[in-house]
């Protein structure tokens, strides 16, 4: 499948004028009017996002390091992977380094970036880095104030059954699955730079 973005002008929505509807800590919503292909127009609502990493953490054995985290929109404590919010001007590879220190105490010596995933392209322009990191030293925690959440560790296999009973269904976490499963078959290839 080729790059078809000059060929997509027939598809495209030009934004008329944006109205901010609501500003918080996390989620800034905005309200566009926009011309639609045809001519017509249209309202769009969605959420403009700093972005974020996730990292896929792997131990020298093979496990992974993974969170249960009680996520409150779903009400549900949820098995994924590290992740956080980019801050103002923070490279991103910065933000891996300092979510999964963080988040699980761990640091890692190796990093690879393995692509981008846009977990909600209907309402949100968030883009989600995934990274990989291997390496790993174990340390102390440093969670944020409110934030509580577990450190396990997992295989491969153990995830993917979870995912397979409904059990694991973040989607961050699900893609992080895939690039490992294509990354471990030799499918796809990973980059890998020292740590900083």
Not at 33 to 58: K, S
Not at 150 to 173: F, P, S
């Amino acid at each position: 499948m080729s790059d078809r973005q000059d060929g997509d002008a027939h598809l495209r929505e030009s934004p008329l004028d944006t109205e901010q509807v609501f500003a918080g800590r996390l989620l800034d919503v905005r309200r566009d009017h926009v011309r639609l292909p045809n001519g017509d127009t249209a309202t769009r609502e969605y959420i403009v996002h700093p972005g974020a990493v996730m990292i896929v953490p792997m131990l020298d054995d093979g496990r992974l390091v993974v969170e249960r985290q009680f996520r409150y929109p779903l009400a549900r404590v949820m098995l994924e992977f590290p992740a956080g919010k980019l801050e103002t001007g923070e490279p991103v590879l910065q933000c891996a380094i300092r979510e999964l220190a963080e988040e699980t105490g761990y640091r890692a010596a190796e990093w690879a970036r393995a692509g981008i995933l846009h977990n909600a392209i209907a309402y949100s322009n968030e883009g989600i880095e995934v990274w990989f990191a291997r390496g790993l030293t174990p340390g102390a925690q440093l969670l944020d104030d409110g934030e509580f959440l577990d450190v396990e560790t997992a295989t491969l296999d153990e995830l993917l059954a979870a995912a397979q009973r409904g059990d694991l269904t973040d989607a961050k976490t699900l893609i992080g699955l895939m690039w490992l499963q294509n990354w471990r078959s030799g499918r796809w290839t990973l980059e890998w730079q020292p740590a900083g």
